[in-house]
């Protein structure tokens, strides 16, 4: 797994590089110090995941989230950031995030981000996974009222798969994925793409049964 790390504080960026390059199948393949070598960075080397600092002097991460997400959209992002209201990661999320983890984190913990970022699915620390963020939309119950494909669609959605994923996986166009997610969102009342992901994701981590 190829890594680019990007964080504005060469002590930070080195501590990093030396807990990744622990980890196994982990190569840390290049660094950047702000938005914009981060992008440029990305498209030299390729990386599977982008390791992201939201802060840093000129250009934020957000802003290069939306490069490199239109850039490389087979490359993962996960951010990591000081900030921990959500508010900040649901932004994140809006912009094509596959994580988000405080840097007050454990070791272990960007770890399990990273993996979960490479295997499709959206990681969040524990300290921004709070009943704010993911507060139950307001028609949950007509989940059941979806039809198979629309249903299949959402959970898609819900383990952090992209409409060009999952259109890939089921054999159909990107525009047909985005036609059955206006009417997902028609229909369970969600107000815009992020109340979208919000519902799916909690269901794709509620308990079966």
Same mark, same amino acid.
Do not use: W
């Given at each position: 797994?190829?890594?680019?790390?990007?964080?504005?504080?060469?002590?930070?960026?080195?501590?990093? *590089?030396?807990? %990744?390059?622990?980890? /196994?199948?982990?190569? &840390? $393949?290049? =660094? @950047? +110090?702000? #938005?914009?070598?981060?992008?440029?960075?990305?498209?030299?080397?390729?990386?599977?995941?982008?390791?992201?600092?939201?802060?840093?002097?000129?250009?934020?991460?957000?802003?290069?989230?939306?490069?490199?997400?239109?850039?490389?959209?087979?490359?993962?992002?996960?951010?990591?950031?000081?900030?921990?209201?959500?508010?900040?990661? *649901?932004?994140? %999320?809006?912009?094509? /995030?596959?994580?988000f &983890? $405080?840097? =007050? @984190? +454990?070791? #272990?913990?960007?770890?399990?981000?990273?993996?979960?970022?490479?295997?499709?699915?959206?990681?969040?620390?524990?300290?921004?996974?709070?009943?704010?963020?993911?507060?139950?939309?307001?028609?949950e119950?007509?989940?059941?009222?979806?039809?198979?494909?629309?249903?299949?669609?959402?959970?898609?959605?819900?383990?952090?798969r992209?409409?060009?994923?999952?259109?890939?996986?089921?054999?159909?166009? &990107?525009?047909?994925?985005?036609?059955?997610r206006?009417?997902?969102?028609?229909?369970?009342?969600?107000?815009?793409?992020?109340?979208?992901?919000?519902?799916?994701?909690?269901?794709?981590?509620?308990?079966?049964?």
């Open positions: 797994m190829r890594v680019l790390i990007c964080d504005d504080h060469t002590l930070v960026r080195a501590g990093l *590089r030396r807990l %990744l390059e622990s980890f /196994a199948d982990i190569e &840390v $393949v290049a =660094e @950047a +110090a702000n #938005a914009d070598q981060a992008v440029v960075g990305s498209r030299q080397h390729r990386p599977d995941i982008v390791l992201l600092d939201l802060s840093m002097p000129g250009r934020s991460g957000f802003e290069a989230l939306v490069e490199l997400r239109r850039d490389h959209p087979d490359c993962r992002v996960v951010v990591m950031s000081m900030h921990d209201d959500p508010t900040h990661v *649901r932004e994140a %999320l809006a912009r094509g /995030a596959n994580g &983890v $405080v840097k =007050e @984190a +454990a070791p #272990a913990e960007l770890e399990i981000a990273i993996r979960a970022a490479a295997a499709g699915r959206t990681y969040l620390s524990p300290q921004v996974s709070a009943p704010q963020l993911f507060a139950r939309p307001r028609s119950e007509g989940v059941d009222a979806l039809p198979p494909r629309q249903r299949e669609i959402l959970a898609a959605l819900g383990a952090g992209t409409s060009k994923q999952i259109a890939a996986d089921l054999g159909i166009s &990107v525009k047909t994925v985005e036609t059955h206006a009417r997902i969102m028609a229909t369970l009342g969600c107000r815009n793409a992020i109340e979208l992901l919000r519902m799916a994701m909690r269901l794709h981590d509620r308990p079966a049964g």
